[in-house]
């Protein structure tokens, strides 16, 4: 555990190999290429709404929620915001769809009802809110790691996101399941600890 309640894991840095070739090239997929650089902050009492209004402006796919002194109290990514309105708008799957229902209040596919639901939850929830009604685990993993590794920290803590460390121990990106997955997909590739990860 660090200074700012991260837990940090120690694992394995690839899943079993079915093949020299297979082990080579899972090495050769850094955490640095893939995760989310630029971290943009915003204050924990922003609304939903204000949160994906802020990710569209400025093409952000996570968001860095801090409190009133600066401190980090977690992350915000378009997944989650996706998976906090499943329950509502389960034909939404992407943060496109929410974002042009939200912002152009358009009921069609999902209805007036859940429209206004929705609408109600975007303007009223913080995102302090959400993260103190469900304290996230963070964990980490060094930039220089691959992405097996990320994979299975996620898997043991049973998260959807990790932060990312550089060599000085500082924060530098994040790296999210979402990710790791689409890189892994692309290759036709599989690993148990993405598998096995239960949705939370």
Known sequence: MTGNGITQVKTEN?????????????KSLCV?????????PIPHDATLRQAMQRMHILDAHALVVIDSDGEILGYLTREDIV???????????????????????????????????????????????????????????????SLLSAAKIMSILNVHKLAVIDRDGKICGIITLDTVRNVLSLRSMQCPAIDELSEI
């Open 14 to 26: 690839k899943c079993i190999p079915d093949s020299v070739a297979f082990e080579a090239t899972m």
């Open 83 to 145: 998976r906090l309105c499943m329950d509502i708008t389960p034909l939404l799957t992407t943060f496109e769809d929410l974002y042009q229902r939200v912002f152009f209040v358009d009921s069609e596919i999902i209805g007036v009802k859940r429209l206004m639901r929705l609408l109600e939850i975007m303007d009223t929830y913080t995102l302090k809110t959400i993260l103190y009604a469900t304290p996230p685990k963070i964990g980490i993993v060094s930039e220089v790691d």
């Open 32 to 40: 640095s290429d893939y995760m989310i650089k630029e971290l943009i």
